[in-house]
């Protein structure tokens, strides 16, 4: 289970992400980043940012908590901002929390050096769940207590925007040349041998079932939110089983 935790207060809004998150707290004062359910991006973002986080997180990445945000759309009345107004009020109900890392700084290669089997592990991962997001305009990275944080899944999945095509595409190539990463030589050989095998069926069903199934109801194609479930699992478990082509750079 995600904690659950509810949004007390609508803090600020971080402009620099375009799904327009904002700073919350909640629960006993803590910061959560809220990923709203609202926001053009649409439910399917927050549905990758669990799946692809909690996954990460179970592989050895560090990934800030992630939780269930239950966001009353009072909690922004006193907000000036119209757009962030209209935002709250078109998300009611659940919504996604990340622990706010008070203090991380943007990653910037040039000041934070990785070595090559981290960039590896990273690139690898990201060509398993067709992350584009982690560009040098864009590298949704985080450097806090001296180490590397991976953020904002949203984007990735893509599959899930057309599952009739979605078996289809489960083995297609990853063009990796925009990672941020790749100045640093990743290898992403050693981080496939190791990590490949560890992308198993029970895993992922451990995964998704962390996904709360408001954000899965009437999927067209689909009876329930169990069987997304299963068409995420099946999804993925095919890409990570061998032969891993989509691994080249
Ligand atoms: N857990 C966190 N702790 C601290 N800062 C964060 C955290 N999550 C996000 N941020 C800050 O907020 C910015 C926007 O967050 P994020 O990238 O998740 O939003 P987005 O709307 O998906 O952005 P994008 O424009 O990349 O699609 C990040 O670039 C980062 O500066
Ligand atoms: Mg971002």
Do not use: C
Request: hydrophobic content about 45%; overall charge negative.
């Amino acid at each position: 289970m995600l904690r659950e935790v509810t949004a007390d207060r609508y803090v600020t809004p971080l402009r620099e992400g375009g799904s327009l998150p904002g700073l919350v707290e909640a629960g006993a004062g803590g910061l959560w980043v809220a990923k709203f359910v609202g926001a053009a991006q649409g439910r399917k973002a927050l549905v990758a940012e669990v799946v692809s986080g909690e996954l990460a997180r179970r592989l050895g990445f560090r990934v800030p908590e992630l939780a269930r945000m239950e966001v009353d759309p009072r909690v922004a009345v006193g907000e000036p901002d119209q757009q962030v107004q209209d935002l709250v009020k078109a998300s009611g109900g659940t919504n996604l929390g990340m622990a706010y890392l008070s203090g991380a700084l943007g990653f910037d290669p040039l000041a934070f050096p990785v070595d090559p089997k981290l960039a590896g592990r990273v690139v690898w991962f990201d060509a398993l769940i067709g992350n584009v997001d982690r560009s040098w305009r864009n590298p949704n990275l985080l450097v806090h207590g001296g180490e590397l944080w991976l953020i904002d899944h949203g984007a990735s999945l893509i599959f899930h925007h057309n599952w009739p095509r979605a078996a289809a595409s489960a083995r297609k190539g990853f063009d990796a040349s925009d990672h941020v990463l790749l100045p640093f030589g990743p290898d992403v050989a050693t981080a496939d041998a190791e990590l490949g095998p560890r992308v198993t069926e029970a895993l992922l069903r451990e995964v998704l079932a962390l996904v709360p199934d408001v954000w899965l109801d009437a999927e067209p194609g689909f009876d329930d939110p169990d069987a997304v479930r299963a068409a995420y699992v099946a999804q993925l478990a095919a890409r990570a089983a061998g032969p891993r082509e989509w691994v080249s750079l």
